[in-house]
């Protein structure tokens, strides 16, 4: 049966249970690029007044550059709006920030993630993948998530926050609750805002430490900062923390765990990658574009403007479809073949704009370790079983992902 606009309702988390539906974001492109979506009712919540989704490569990555004429800030960058008092408070999340603003708090966090102070982890995050491989090598599977990509990206994001490796499980724990480990029904909603409540009383008790005994990581940096000549209150301070912990465990564990998905589906491409690994770095951009972790982020317009032919009025929702922009064939020649030699490649997985994503040299070394490591001690790796999916209208994550090993 033809899709038609309306058919799915894209902010309904169950619709991505399966994994993104391409196959309607594909007629969308065509038919209505930018789409008026109504809302699914979120418990406990008041029902939003819908958004246009979007999904074009230039509308997106349009929308994505013009902070001037679309706010993260008005309403933050959620497709969900947030009651009022949890809005002010988020305003204070870089990621919920316009410029000026915005810019003097990224100033702050930005030297932590320049190249060269990258490429200064590479040996303790070459540590942390042989750690997470060693106990299952000579094991015939595994269970990818659990054994690989969750303890890797945790460790790493310990590592950088500068927290011992013992506290990664609970960041595990709560961040699977904030972004939609299971269905959203009341009790999971609550669980997920009491989560939220344990890692900002975490980051106050660690802002507290770091003020008698800065570290050299980048909350020391964040807590002895200055945003206007004032340094930033606790409860700022516990919302970037936030941040920084989902930014760096749920977007890179994805994209590894994704990443590997894709290539046991695509055996030839896997095969091509095993006989030339100086492949990996276009293999890697492959992989981002072909997953996209980050399938959308919200936008709120700030006056009258024209998106394509579709006018857009001042405080309406845009919702940007990054994973559609990626396969858009005004931009990506067959956009739906999984190819690891594809050049240019210019995808959007890490944004664009004044939000691109600080952590973007930190998400490859990962991947480029990570998965060269694993393949060369797992050459011969494909799925045992049937991928897990999250719950998420935003993240597209997997839970679970069984692997054979030999």
Not at 163 to 182: A, C, M, Q, Y
Not at 251 to 277: F, Y
Not at 322 to 327: E, F, K, P, V
Request: include cysteine; glycine fraction near 6%.
């Amino acid at each position: 049966m033809k899709l038609r606009p309306g058919d799915l309702d894209l902010s309904n988390p169950k619709t991505f249970v399966e994994g993104v539906p391409h196959d309607y974001f594909r007629m969308l492109r065509e038919e209505a690029p930018l789409h008026f979506q109504s809302e699914f009712k979120i418990p406990s919540l008041k029902r939003g007044p819908g958004f246009w989704a979007v999904t074009r490569y230039e509308d997106v990555d349009f929308i994505s550059k013009h902070a001037e004429l679309f706010s993260s800030e008005a309403e933050t960058c959620f497709l969900v709006t947030p009651p009022p008092n949890a809005v002010r408070d988020m305003q204070g999340q870089l990621i919920n920030m316009d410029p000026p603003r915005h810019t003097e708090l990224r100033n702050l966090m930005n030297g932590s993630f320049k190249p060269s102070r990258v490429k200064e982890m590479e040996s303790a995050t070459q540590g942390i993948v042989n750690d997470a491989l060693d106990p299952i090598t000579g094991a015939s599977s595994c269970e990818f998530v659990e054994a690989v990509s969750a303890p890797v990206s945790l460790r790493v994001l310990t590592h950088f926050l500068g927290v011992p490796d013992s506290h990664s499980k609970r960041f595990f724990r709560w961040t699977n609750r904030l972004i939609g480990e299971d269905e959203p029904r009341l009790p999971q909603v609550l669980l997920g805002r009491f989560s939220l409540l344990q890692l900002l009383f975490y980051a106050t008790r660690l802002a507290r430490r770091r003020r008698h005994k800065p570290e050299d990581d980048i909350y020391s940096k964040l807590v002895g900062g200055k945003l206007r000549g004032s340094p930033m209150e606790n409860k700022q301070l516990g919302m970037n923390f936030f941040l920084l912990v989902i930014a760096g465990n749920e977007t890179t564990r994805n994209a590894l765990s994704g990443g590997i998905q894709t290539l046991c589906e695509h055996p030839e491409q896997l095969a091509l990658l095993r006989s030339d690994m100086s492949l990996m770095p276009s293999a890697i951009e492959e992989m981002l574009r072909w997953v996209t972790p980050v399938m959308q982020f919200r936008r709120t317009a700030t006056q009258d403007v024209k998106v394509g032919n579709q006018l857009v009025r001042a405080g309406e929702k845009v919702v940007v479809y990054y994973g559609s922009a990626n396969r858009d064939p005004r931009v990506f020649d067959k956009p739906d073949v999984f190819d690891i030699t594809r050049k240019p490649n210019p995808h959007l997985a890490f944004g664009a704009g004044t939000h691109f994503c600080m952590g973007s040299h930190m998400a490859r070394l990962e991947m480029r370790l990570t998965l060269t490591e694993f393949l060369n001690r797992f050459p011969n790796v494909s799925m045992s079983g049937p991928a897990e999916r999250i719950h998420s209208n935003f993240i597209s994550g997997i839970k679970r992902l069984p692997l054979a090993l030999v």
